[in-house]
């Protein structure tokens, strides 16, 4: 059975740092496009960043600078560190995983709807 659980979420102030995980299990986590994405009530879900397969991350631009991707092959966790935190980025924040090789270039570009398994997200609410 495939399963994403996001783990991390939690209440801060502007300008604090907070570190989400993705805890993965059943698929072959090290051959997968990975991506963390965000959605706030009345609002379209949004990428925020992807990681392939050859750790070669990618950030939108609201997020570039600030928030680090990263995974561990061998644990089979996905991690977004997030730096300097603003009250837009107030959200529920989301892990999932592409099915299928993906190259770097290929990767960074996917589109929200084209990732396949997603966990059930965890609240950050950022305070200023």
């Known amino acids: 059975v495939v399963e994403l659980v996001e783990l991390g979420g939690g209440s801060v102030q502007a300008g604090e740092s907070l570190t989400l995980s993705c805890v993965t299990r059943?698929?072959?986590?090290?051959?997968?496009?990975m991506g963390w994405f965000r959605q706030s009530p009345g609002k379209k879900r949004e990428a925020v960043a992807r990681i392939s397969e050859s750790r070669v991350p990618s950030y939108e631009d609201s997020v570039d600078g600030r928030f680090v991707i990263s995974r561990d092959n061998e644990k089979k966790i996905l991690y977004l560190q997030m730096n300097n935190l603003k009250s837009g980025d107030t959200a529920k924040y989301f892990c999932?995983?592409?099915?299928?090789?993906?190259?770097?270039?290929?990767?960074?570009?996917?589109?929200?709807?084209?990732?396949?398994?997603w966990g059930r997200g965890t609240q950050v609410t950022v305070s200023s």
């Open positions: 059943g698929f072959d986590f090290y051959n997968n496009c």
């Open positions: 999932a995983a592409k099915v299928g090789y993906y190259s770097d270039s290929g990767c960074a570009g996917l589109k929200v709807e084209y990732f396949d398994w």
